[in-house]
């Protein structure tokens, strides 16, 4: 019985007031949201202003949407009793705790569910069976999704949510405080507010200041709540300058009325003055221009605020600092440049002789002649006794062989000259049973003491051989490891290098980067000033003359912020800087490093072994 007087309220329909102005056609309104969805776009494509972007997103919200309609009571008024009556279902708990208190708009929706938006940007889905969650549940968890909750929107199927949204605003009261507040957010979007008071007792000072404070604005419905079956309207002379009219209802009726399908009982409760303000607010439209026009004004002031700021807050300040100082020292950069190319062009010629020192190495002396001449190597005392013992070694030989020629050429002229005498080799003689002249024989016994020497050098020579093939292999190991932590000390030379030159040019580039995000802004700044002059000042007859002149002066502050980044950025990109390269790469695969490999064959010094004894017959 109730549905059915609903709906007979939501077809009234109400004559609507001119306020003495002509209304904006349809058309350019759509054409108007157009202008400010733009405006949205370019915000929302940057972080760094967020919650600017939000608040005009709601402006463009509530601009297509139902009529708002913000609801406001404080504790203990009957608030929700008589939401919960209107929407003809207990969608709201009753609240003992004031830390559960959350703000909340109804709309409809042929899917129920609830939405929850939180402060950072983040918006999550529920289903209506959760709604409690967030409205009455008091757990750990519950709280804990609370954490960060800016409001939430309940949408249900709901005839009355059809042609208006409703908006709950929870007052706010510190203890020990005699201030009240409703959300700001909430406030500025309500194009209507019914304000609800408990009839059966004084209305607080709190309710007066917060409904003196909000009336300057929008005057509200003052809503009687009668919260018992006795009792009277307690008359307060004060507000009938902040309230545009008063009702006087019983929401506790009303819900009983529905209990019980009781229509006398819900006539009693007056709840259907409520249904019909609901609907004359929903059906004035001749409201809907002057307040998008009043909330973008107020907007735009928002705008010129974070505007202002941006070049001294972060990132813009110090991105804008790295590449002014760049440019700036850009000459002595390049000459510090030139010095560091200088300093890698010696890094990767040392770097190319020492990849193929071991490259032409295959004998000892060759060994030996890289230990003498490289300062690398002497260093290390170790390299240092093998090289000692390696010259050593080579000088023995020399001495051997020198030995071993000597006695050769001595023995050719002993014999040759035998020959000429004889007729034979001397070999014949000293082999034979014939005695000859004493000076052959002397000749013969010197020729056997240089044998006797050449035999104790040459075995002396082996056995240094012997030691220099054992320490071979420890020494080439550590040579190679020696040449390539050189190799390496000197890539990481070039790579030091190239990070200090990396870390800045990708410094730049990132302060480019962050710069270059500002670019929606600055484009949305033109779009707001084109806005401001040709919507709020040509629509100015819905604002006040001191809203005119502060819009003025916004758009003149907004004009005179220039966020010339981008001149910046040109002249960098004039400067045509060339990217830094991997050299060190490019060193490591064109000169690949040639490790030592001695065998030992390539160690042992070929040598003719000594001649034999000459026995000498003297018999």
């Keep these: 019985m109730v549905d059915k007087d609903l709906q007979n309220v939501s077809k009234l329909k109400v004559n609507l007031p001119t306020h003495g102005v002509s209304q904006k056609p349809l058309d350019d309104i759509h054409q108007f949201i157009g202008k400010i969805k733009k405006i949205h776009l370019l915000l929302t494509q940057n972080t760094y202003i967020k919650d600017t972007a939000k608040a005009l997103g709601y402006i463009i919200d509530d601009a297509v949407q139902n009529p708002t309609v913000l609801f406001v009571g404080m504790r203990g008024t009957g608030k929700t009793t008589l939401l919960n009556t209107l929407l ?35 918006v999550a889905s529920f289903g ?14 519950a709280n ?3 954490e960060g909750l800016d409001f939430i929107e309940i949408f249900i199927q709901n005839p009355l949510l059809k042609t208006v949204t409703i908006m709950d605003a929870t007052l706010v009261q510190f203890k020990g405080n005699r201030t009240a507040y409703i959300k700001e957010s909430f406030l500025q979007r309500a194009e209507d507010i019914f304000w609800i008071v408990n009839a059966n007792r004084e209305i607080q000072k709190v309710e007066l200041n917060l409904m003196k404070k909000s009336s300057i604005h929008i005057k509200p419905l003052f809503i009687s709540n009668f919260m018992s079956s006795t009792g009277s309207v307690l008359e307060d002379q004060q507000i009938e300058h902040y ?46 221009i002057p307040f998008i026009i009043q909330r973008l004004a107020h907007w735009v002031k928002r705008f010129r605020a974070e505007l202002e700021i941006i070049e001294e807050r972060e990132p813009y300040n110090s991105s804008l600092k790295t590449l002014t100082s760049f440019i700036e020292e850009f000459d002595e950069l390049k000459d510090t440049q030139y010095e560091e190319n200088q300093f890698v062009a010696e890094m990767i010629s040392e770097y190319e002789k020492l990849s193929c020192l071991f490259k032409e190495i295959h004998t000892l002396y060759q060994l030996v002649q890289a230990l003498t001449q490289q300062d690398l190597f002497k260093e290390d005392s170790i390299f240092g006794k093998f090289k000692e013992l390696a010259e050593h070694y080579l000088e023995e030989v020399r001495d051997y062989r020198k030995m071993r020629y000597q006695y050769t050429v001595q023995f050719d002229m002993l014999d040759q000259k035998y020959k000429r005498i004889n007729g034979r080799s001397i070999l014949s003689f000293l082999f034979g049973k014939r005695e000859e002249d004493l000076y052959f024989i002397n000749q013969a016994k010197e020729l056997n003491e240089t044998q006797q020497l050449l035999e104790q050098k040459y075995k002396s020579v ?14 080439l190991i550590q040579l190679n490891q020696t040449v390539r932590n050189k190799l390496e000390e000197i890539l990481k030379s070039i790579s030091a290098v190239e990070y200090e030159r990396l870390a800045a040019h990708t410094k730049i580039q990132q302060a480019i980067k962050k710069l270059s995000t ?34 003025v002066e916004d758009i003149k ?24 390269s ?38």
Aim: negative net charge; hydrophobic residues 40%.
């Design 88 to 122: 003809k279902r207990p969608i709201l708990s009753h609240l003992k705790e004031a830390h559960l208190a959350v703000s909340s708009i109804f709309r409809y929706a042929e899917k129920e569910e609830v939405r929850a938006h939180f402060y950072d940007g983040q």
């Design 128 to 141: 209506i069976e959760h709604v409690g969650l967030f409205t009455s549940i008091d757990t750990s968890g």
């Design 144 to 146: 804990i999704l609370r």
């Design 243 to 288: 309230i545009r009219k008063r009702v006087s209802v019983s929401a506790l009726q009303a819900n009983q009325a529905l209990a019980h399908n009781d229509k006398e009982q819900w006539q009693q409760s007056n709840i259907d003055m409520i249904y019909k303000e609901i609907e004359q607010s929903a059906s004035d439209r001749s409201k809907r």
């Design 462 to 475: 082996l056995r240094q051989e012997e030691l220099l093939i054992e320490l071979v292999p420890e020494i």
């Design 518 to 551: 500002f670019d929606d802004i600055v484009e949305a700044k033109q779009w707001v000033i084109m806005l401001a002059k040709e919507e709020l000042l040509n629509n100015s007859i819905w604002l006040t003359i001191e809203e005119r002149d502060r819009v």
């Design 557 to 580: 502050a907004i004009e005179s912020v220039r966020l010339d980044y981008s001149i910046f950025i040109q002249e960098y990109e004039n400067l045509k800087l060339k990217e830094p």
């Design 582 to 619: 991997q050299v060190q790469s490019l060193v490591v695969v064109k000169n690949p490093y040639y490790a030592l490999t001695l065998k030992d064959g390539d160690i042992r010094m070929p040598l003719e072994p000594p001649p034999p004894f000459l026995e000498l017959n003297t018999d």
